[in-house]
């Protein structure tokens, strides 16, 4: 393991970087971020996941500096319009919604209808490009948070980020540097999620 600065310990193994990574809220990662070429790296990660037919049925949105605040502009006008009952702080918490992490790398999916590769595939090879970007991010000595909330689903803030219409977020992925050591969350027990085929021991239905 290679220590660097202020970030994180980077992660040379494999096995344990898998093992450790842990999502670290949004308002908990600080500045600076990733470097261009870092953002490169993260990029170039997220964008070599499998994928059936070669489609790239996923694309990516980079909010730096500025521009985070810009989009949290569109953000909070959609929500001002959606609740006039809301206040100042509500409003300028919509408005910093991209600002509170350094850096968001939005995912985008771009699935649809092909004669032989099923929507669903593509769906998943968006899911992998995040997932990949999260750990990626980790391996660099970041932390990350894949959020969607709720203006990812909201038609009009999409429409003001310059998603096509058939477009969907597959995640807007928060990356920053954490100086707190994360505490782990406690994970499905192998017993439950996992069944040997020919074997009736457990059950695993639902
Ligand atoms: C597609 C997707 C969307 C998510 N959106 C949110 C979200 O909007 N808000 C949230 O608190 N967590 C969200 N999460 C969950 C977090 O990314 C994270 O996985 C969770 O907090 C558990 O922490 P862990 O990643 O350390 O296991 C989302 C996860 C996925 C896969």
């Known amino acids: 393991?290679?220590?660097q600065s202020s970030k994180r310990p980077v992660m040379t193994d494999a096995l344990s970087l898998l093992k450790t990574r842990r999502s670290i809220k949004p308002i908990a990662l600080s500045a600076p971020g990733p470097t261009a070429a870092e953002i490169d790296t993260l990029l170039t990660v997220a964008s070599r996941v499998p994928d059936h037919g070669k489609l790239t049925p996923w694309r990516f949105i980079v909010f730096e500096g500025d521009a985070r605040l810009k989009a949290g502009e569109a953000i909070a006008s959609i929500f001002e319009a959606e609740r006039p009952d809301a206040t100042a702080d509500q409003i300028a918490f919509e408005r910093n919604r991209l600002a509170r992490a350094p850096l968001v790398i939005a995912v985008v999916?771009?699935?649809g209808v092909h004669a032989k590769i099923p929507e669903w595939e593509q769906i998943m090879s968006a899911g992998?490009?995040?997932t990949s970007l999260v750990i990626a991010a980790h391996a660099l000595g970041y932390a990350?948070?894949?959020?969607t909330e709720w203006?990812?689903?909201d038609r009009r803030?999409?429409?003001a980020l310059g998603l096509a219409p058939e477009e969907r977020i597959a995640g807007f992925?928060?990356?920053g540097r954490s100086d707190k050591p994360p505490e782990d969350r406690p994970r499905p027990p192998l017993t439950e999620i996992v069944s040997r085929f020919g074997e009736t021991k457990a059950d695993n239905t639902r």
């Open 109 to 111: 999916s771009r699935a």
């Open 157 to 159: 803030v999409l429409d």
């Open 128 to 130: 992998a490009a995040t």
């Open 151 to 153: 203006y990812a689903y």
């Open 173 to 175: 992925v928060h990356i």
């Open 144 to 147: 990350a948070n894949w959020l």
């Open 1 to 3: 393991m290679q220590q």
